[in-house]
Antibody, heavy 118, light 106 residues
Framework: EVQLVESGGGMVQAGGSLRLSCTAS????????MTWVRQAPGKGLEWVADIEGDGSARQYADSLKGRFTVSRDNVKNSLYLQMNSLRVEDTAVYYCARNLGFHRLDSWGQGALVTVPS | QSALTQPPSASGSPGQSVTISCTGTNSDVGGYNYVSWYQQHPGKAPKLIIYEVNERPSGVPDRFSGSKSGNTASLTVSGLQAEDEADYYC??????FGGGTKLTVL
């Protein structure tokens, strides 16, 4: 059974940094693209970033480029999202998801809440 | 990366059918057969219910079906049940997300 578990969420002041982790199990982690999606309170889903199985290709939402960095450690079966220069509008639940190609996101974690207070 | 357009709400009575639209452009929905749909209940993670326009993952009831015409994709829920009340999101390659539709079962 595929399992994805996010961790690292919390409250951080504007301008601060936070790193989210997503630990995967139940599949060959290194074989699959992974995706981060976020959801602001009461709002819809927003794509954040993708990373290829071997980490060689990464893609980001235009609005986040330069502040967020996606990475992975295939030995630890872990996906990461480094978030810098955080803003109030980055407050959201952040989900990691397995991406079977063309944004077919077949398995999702439970989400990690990041709060940047005003 | 512009969002895809979905109606904010839809509704139907138990047993009825409801269709939710998802409109993009020929650079996303119209250009690829890679539209997926996700169901999200309050406080839960999204769940994949349709991929590649009209394919259902194992375990998803055949009451859920997808289609596409031009730049508009559609999700149809037939034989509405109370548990279908949820938010529904469309996603198209490349990384375009719809704003979501709240489906209410009357």
């Amino acid at each position: 059974e595929v399992q994805l578990v996010e961790s690292g969420g919390g409250m951080v002041q504007a301008g601060g940094s936070l790193r989210l982790s997503c630990t995967a199990s139940g599949f060959t982690f290194s074989a699959d693209w992974m995706t981060w999606v976020r959801q602001a309170p009461g709002k819809g889903l927003e794509w954040v970033a993708d990373i290829e199985g071997d980490g060689s290709a990464r893609q980001y939402a235009d609005s986040l480029k330069g502040r967020f960095t996606v990475s992975r450690d295939n030995v630890k079966n872990s996906l990461y999202l480094q978030m810098n220069s955080l803003r109030v509008e980055d407050t959201a639940v952040y989900y990691c998801a397995r991406n079977l190609g063309f944004h077919r996101l077949d398995s999702w974690g439970q989400g990690a809440l990041v709060t940047v207070p005003s | 990366q512009s969002a895809l357009t979905q109606p904010p709400s839809a509704s139907g009575s138990p047993g009825q059918s409801v269709t939710i639209s998802c409109t993009g452009t020929n650079s996303d929905v119209g250009g690829y057969n890679y539209v997926s749909w996700y169901q999200q209940h309050p406080g839960k993670a999204p769940k994949l219910i349709i991929y590649e326009v009209n394919e259902r993952p194992s375990g998803v009831p055949d009451r859920f079906s997808g289609s596409k015409s031009g730049n508009t994709a559609s999700l149809t829920v037939s034989g509405l049940q109370a548990e279908d009340e949820a938010d529904y999101y469309c996603v198209s390659f490349p990384a375009r997300f719809g704003g979501g539709t709240k489906l209410t079962v009357l």
